[in-house]
């Protein structure tokens, strides 16, 4: 059970709040997820984070998390497999309330990244997708 929520965003590596569809497509249930930073591997004593540039703004588009105290440096990917993902939620399916962990690994639903929680009551799919940008034509 996650043992609690972040209080601020610079807690997070990720978070979103969104409403869950049932299965005709109205909204009836919702998902609020999270994934706390995680403690350098080398010193122990930050959290890791995104390089920043010299002007302190963090470089969003970095393939890489720094540690601000030892400077010690990990991929992103192999950084975010090592995570775990909390949710709070409410199932569409079953109007159960709860609370889960999954390790923060992304999986290949048709074609698109998604984190896929289940519900503890009725192990209904709760998932939440990578959000895309539209393309524009």
Partial sequence: M???KPESMDECVYFTQ???NDENGEPKGEIMTWVFKGTCTKCGKEKMGKPRDKSGKVKMRA???V???CNHTVEKQEYEDSLVACAEYTCPGCSNKGETEIPFVRKNIDGVKTLRFTC???AGNL???KKMKEKKR
Avoid: F, G, I, M
């Fill in 2 to 4: 996650p043992a609690r």
């Fill in 18 to 20: 969104r409403s869950l």
């Fill in 63 to 65: 393939k890489e998390y």
């Fill in 67 to 69: 540690c601000p105290e």
């Fill in 120 to 122: 503890n009551k009725c």
């Fill in 127 to 129: 998932d939440v997708t």
